[in-house]
């Protein structure tokens, strides 16, 4: 009866509860089927005990689950939302663009030009994980760059990470398209990424290199000189560039950039605007510099130092400063290898050498008209007296009694009687001898008048040019022979005669001895030579002007000025100097042949200024080893002059510069006094 219960009385019993008679029925079913025992087995109820410790593990894991969950959301939720953001945004330096430098007619010498390069990173490249050898390996197929380059960037062979440098810039001045190229590699290279600079773009490269100089990459010694320079930046190496470096460099700014997955940059939102350098105005004829170092090189070839100095004798102004052999300035800016900068340093004509400013040559004859101005200032001589050239001169030996030294002129067989106009022009020795150290009945000036009036003339001492490497040059006496000469350290009279026509030891640069032309030209002015005249503002309005500074003033009587013209000009119309002639306009000059090295031409000589009546330029041409002064300096003079005189109305001939100008930066406006400060510090 039990067995043939409906279906639907079953279904009506509480789900929960098991009849004892289901039990027994199904016991016996599992006796004769042995299938039915597991099925039993299966439908046995849970004990309480397991019940329990199932629900607590269940428990905990749900509340284990809900604790993480509020510690990521609320507790941490900032700190991994702040994380989140800074692998989203990045703060890059935005360099400011050098200042312009333009010449005295406003045409720009330099330019800059938006640049991309490729820096590594050691820190970054750690947290990558990277792999030193792979990554070079990479950089060299990427870059076409053999391992030398690496190694001398600083990479270690052994591949240690912690001898990577901590930076190195491993590629300058790309361009976008290459940037672009390289961009779907960038993710195979850790710790390497893109900087944005400008590159440093010179018009003449050669002419103005000594004047202007160059930049290049910061060093070690920058960074600890400078705390406000960073690792990326270019800065000024030498001439201008780094004489006026703090207010050409301008100001960095800053950029959040916002950066994809992979590192690549998708829009950027400029904080603090760049700010770039100062514009400089010089007192440099670009032309005319142009022309300088046109011509020197036609004659030497590059092949011989030399050296123009051209300065305005109103105010000291340098209207071109040549030095030759120059170099490519645009080299540097992109970065030379180890090996091509010593090749220029191994050079035996020094290309990086600035001789006008830093070479310290034996004067030569070209120092004869101080001399003779002192011997006038002095009453030493009247300039119509006329002293017999023979030849030589002959003075006891000191070193071998009973036997004579003997000094000689250049011109075999003397000059015969000549006056001082004549001895100018004709650059006598004898002459010089005599009125120097005295002769016979003729007094001389003496060694201490000598450098006395060599010293007022600017000689043995720096003229406060602003470029680095200003030498003074040396005017040895007596007490200076005796440092340098202790096997021999009595003073002579032959030493004397030495210095009085610019040799034993008389040392002077091509700057001071166009200064001093200058002064012979002026009336007696002795100006300090600068290059930087204003600084200026992005509409070309002068922010400050530089004054010029006479260093002394009525060197000697304004009538012995006239009469040592009068001799200058002799040298053009009968003496040494004849060809100057072809000068649209009157020259004044005097030529010089300076012993150099036994064995080795002469140093060759020119001082010259025009138009002789109220000059407008003095010029100093020095060539070495090459010969006479007459020969050699003397057509490069001419080449010069007649240019000048032919264009000097026509401004500069140096190609307009296209200055590059970049959406977010402001033109540099110079501080109050700026040049001051700049001055104070060299």
Partial sequence: ??????????????????????????????????ARAFEGRMERPLENRSSFWFLVIVACGIGYLLVRSFSLQVVSGNDFFAQSQENRFASRTLFAPRGIIRDRYGDALVENVP???????????????????RLLTDLSVILDKPKEFFDELGFPQDGTVDK??????????????????????????????????????????????????????????????????AEEETIGKSGIEVFYDAILRGNAGKKIVEVDSKGVETRFRLTEEPRQGVELALTIDGGLQQKVYDVIMGYTGGKKGASTVIIDPANGAVRALVSVPGFNANRFGHGLSQKEFSAI?????????????????????????????????????????????????????????????????????GHGWVDMYDAIAYSVNVYFYTIGGGYKDQKGLGIERIKKYAAR?????????????????????????????????????????????????????PLQMASLTAALGNGGTLWSPYIMDAVRDEEGNVVEKREPRAIRDHLVRPDVFAEIAKGMQGTVTYGTARLLQE??????????????????????????????????????????????????????????????????????????????????VSPGIAPEGVLSDVHNAH
Avoid: C
């Fill in 1 to 34: 009866m039990r067995l043939l219960l409906s279906k639907k009385h079953l279904l009506r019993r509480s789900r929960h509860r098991v009849d004892p008679e289901e039990v027994f029925v199904d016991a016996a079913l599992a006796a004769r089927d042995p």
């Fill in 115 to 133: 640049s991309l390069g490729l820096v590594f990173d050691r820190e970054k490249f750690i947290e990558a994980q990277g792999n030193v050898p």
């Fill in 164 to 229: 990577t440098p901590r930076k190195a810039f491993l590629a300058r001045d790309l361009t976008r398209e290459e940037i672009v190229a390289l961009a779907p590699r960038l993710d195979d290279l850790p710790g390497v990424e893109v900087f944005e600079s400008f590159q440093r773009k010179y018009l003449a490269p050669e002419a103005l290199s000594h004047l202007l100089g160059f930049v290049g990459k910061v060093s070690a010694g920058d960074l600890e000189a400078h705390a406000d320079l």
């Fill in 345 to 413: 340093l191994q050079d035996p004509l020094k290309p990086l050498f600035n001789r006008a400013v830093a070479g310290e040559f034996p004067s030569g004859s070209v120092i004869k008209p101080v001399f003779a101005a002192a011997a006038l200032e002095e009453g030493i001589i009247d300039p119509a007296k006329k002293i017999f050239d023979g030849g030589y001169i002959e003075i006891p030996n000191p070193y071998r009694p009973g036997e004579v030294s003997r000094f000689v002129d250049w011109k075999k067989g």
């Fill in 457 to 509: 003339f600017g000689l043995g001492a720096a003229l406060g040019i602003d470029l680095p490497g200003e030498k003074s040059g040396s005017i040895p006496d007596p007490e200076t022979k005796k440092r340098t000469e202790p096997e021999n350290p009595d003073w002579r009279i032959g030493d004397t005669y030495n210095i009085s026509i610019g040799q034993g030891g008389l040392r002077a640069t």
């Fill in 583 to 664: 000068v649209p306009v009157a020259v004044a000059a005097k030529t010089g042949t300076a012993q150099s090295a036994p064995g080795k031409l002469p140093h060759a000589w020119v001082i010259a200024y025009a138009p002789a009546e109220k000059p407008e330029i003095a010029v100093a041409v020095m060539v070495e080893y090459a010969g006479e002064g007459a020969t050699v300096a003397v057509p490069i003079t001419n080449e010069i002059l007649k240019w000048y005189f032919s264009h000097r109305d026509h401004g500069s001939k140096i190609p307009q510069a296209v200055v590059a100008t970049t959406p977010g």
